[in-house]
């Protein structure tokens, strides 16, 4: 109760610098919000192309319908493929049709299909990573009667790439930013205990134990840290406003990362306060 | 209760402070720690306050040993011992009541005990009329008297006073030093550190230990004067 009383003492005694590091670790997390938002964003086109992927094997002309239907079969039973569909070659024509309406004077013209036969193969989400979609093409290649396999493989590896790129600038940013915060409200902390470094000569006098003189401290940079990523939560919704809807069509952060990020800042804040007060209190000779 | 024993405290630049000292006070005693400055009186204070251990021998307080205390035990430690220094060592921004309250809320204490106690130590120490003042608004007598309450919240077995009448004049210090002499009567035994030659003489009854450069020259107990 004490500790919680003077925690709370200390942002009104000292309320600029208790602003100045609240500010300092808000722009730090700011800074991971934005790329939150970014890696959010990047993972839901990602997301969404990788639903997209599909993978069509063109069949012979001279395929048998039983076999056509085995095949079909045991390629639903991949643990990785979601549906597998026959198209026919008047199916096939009639979506060239519909889709390159430019086209349809030039098949018109044409003596018969030349358009083969395929099966469309959708895949499970999650399980349409580039090695999972490479694994199932390689599979289905292996019918006699498959003349070939596409599934955009070249653009597929990109975006993997840029995805996992996404990831690791997230992470490493993100836990360069933690350390910048977390020797911010160290600093803070060291510049508080100095200040008052007469109260805590006192209560080391009258016997006050270091547990319970540390404890004001580490609530309030646990405080500090809370303080921090609110406002970097607001701050980070402000982009999101700002950006959204007038520059690219942006998601908000799902609930999860903003409580993530309100632990993260509260974590922080306690843990870069319990080291600094450790440190700094040694400083102080009774 | 308080014990050094062949005590020697050596500092890394300025040499030894103390050399093979050995004194005991016993409960309930007054005893006057005189030298001049630099004698190493704030040394033994420092030294049964637990602030620091000696470099050689051993201060044993109360049953616990400087060499095998621990941090948790010195603040515990440190509750059964007043200390008042020269300067009072007040909260600047804190009320008479407030700074003794302080001491009070720092270990631990309930608010009903807080209030009841803080009224009590202000009445004691003749500040009753004060509580609300800041330290600013008090004089050297009154803001000495403020740290004499702050130091007795815990009913000390022993107050240790490093020249609390230093910054004072003439009348505060006969006050002050009255104050001590009636805590001392309800059973709290006084290391009352001073300079003050004339304070000194004028309690000729009363145990007078004399350091100089670090070793104790006399020691009115041990010649059998006290």
Known sequence: ?286 | MIRLDHVTMTYPRTGDALTDVSLELHKGEFCFLTGHSGAGKSTILRLIHMGERPTSGEVRVSGYSSTSIKSRDIALLRRKIGYVFQNFRLLQDRTAAENIAFALEVTGARPTVIRSKVGRLLAQVGLAAKSEKLPSELSGGEQQRVAIARALVHDPLVVLADEPTGNLDERATHGVFDLFRSINASGTAVLFATHDLELVRSHGHVRVVELDQGRILSDTALEGNA
Do not use: C
């Open chain 1, 1 to 286: 109760m004490y500790a919680l009383k003077e925690a709370v003492n200390a942002f009104r005694r000292s309320p600029v610098l208790s602003g100045l590091s609240a500010s300092m670790i808000a722009l730090s997390l700011f800074v991971i919000g934005l790329f939150g938002l970014a890696a959010h964003n990047v993972r839901l086109v990602v997301q969404g192309v990788e639903s997209r992927v599909e993978i069509v094997a063109y069949l012979a002309d001279d395929a048998g319908a039983s076999s056509i239907q085995l095949a079909q079969q045991q390629i639903q039973e991949y643990p990785e493929v979601r549906a597998v569909r026959y198209v026919s070659r008047e199916e096939a024509l009639n979506i060239a049709h519909r889709e390159f309406e430019e086209l349809s004077t030039v098949l018109g013209t044409l003596e018969g299909n030349p358009l083969p036969a395929s099966l469309e193969i959708s895949l499970n989400p999650g399980m349409a990573d580039a090695d999972a979609v490479r694994g199932v093409a390689g599979r289905v290649e292996l019918y006699p009667f498959i003349e070939d396999v596409r599934y955009g493989e070249d653009w597929l590896d990109k975006v993997f790439v840029l995805r996992r790129i996404a990831g690791a600038a997230t992470l490493t940013l993100g836990a360069g930013f933690a350390a910048v915060a977390a020797l911010i409200i160290g600093a803070a902390i060291r510049m508080a205990i100095f200040a008052r470094r007469d109260e805590i000569t006192i209560m080391r006098l009258v016997g006050a134990t270091d547990g319970f003189i540390r404890r004001p401290f580490v609530i309030e940079g646990m405080i500090t840290g809370i303080i921090g990523a609110i406002l970097a939560v607001l701050a980070t919704w402000g982009v999101y406003r700002l950006l959204s809807g007038s520059v690219f069509e942006l998601e908000w952060l799902p609930a999860g990362w903003l409580l993530a990020g309100l632990a993260g800042g509260a974590l922080v804040g306690l843990a870069a306060s319990a080291i600094a007060v450790r440190r700094h209190l040694r400083e102080i000779v009774t």
